[in-house]
């Protein structure tokens, strides 16, 4: 069966830290694309960050660039988070999600809360 086990969330005080991680089982992890999005209440789901499948290319949305980090370990089949310098309004569930586009495939994890307190 495949999963994407995601975990690391929790209640953390604005300026805080928190690791987001990602455990993959199931399928072909090398072959994918993996993102991060989230969804705070009453807005549309976001992409934050993803890295590419071997040569490490990161991408993040403005709002995250310079506090969030990806990172993936494929001999884990691990993806990470680390979100610095947390804010209110990263406050949301964040997904993790594994793309693949040819044969395309996308797979989504159950999500994580982060609350971030001012």
């Known amino acids: 069966d495949v999963q994407l086990q995601a975990s690391g969330g929790g209640l953390v005080q604005a300026g805080g830290s928190l690791r987001l991680s990602c455990a993959a089982s199931?399928?072909?992890?090398?072959?994918?694309?993996i993102g991060w999005f989230r969804q705070a209440p009453g807005k549309e789901r976001e992409g934050v960050s993803c890295?590419?499948?071997?040569?490490?290319?990161?991408y993040y949305v403005d709002s995250v660039k310079g506090r969030f980090t990806i990172s993936r370990d494929n001999a884990k089949n691990m993806v990470y988070l680390q979100m610095n310098s947390l804010k209110p309004e990263d406050t949301a569930v964040y997904y993790c999600?594994?793309?693949?586009?040819?044969?395309?495939?996308?797979?989504w994890g159950q999500g994580t809360q982060v609350t971030v307190s001012s």
């Open positions: 999600n594994a793309k693949r586009g040819r044969p395309p495939s996308d797979y």
């Open positions: 890295i590419s499948r071997s040569d490490g290319s990161t």
């Open positions: 199931g399928f072909g992890f090398d072959d994918y694309v």
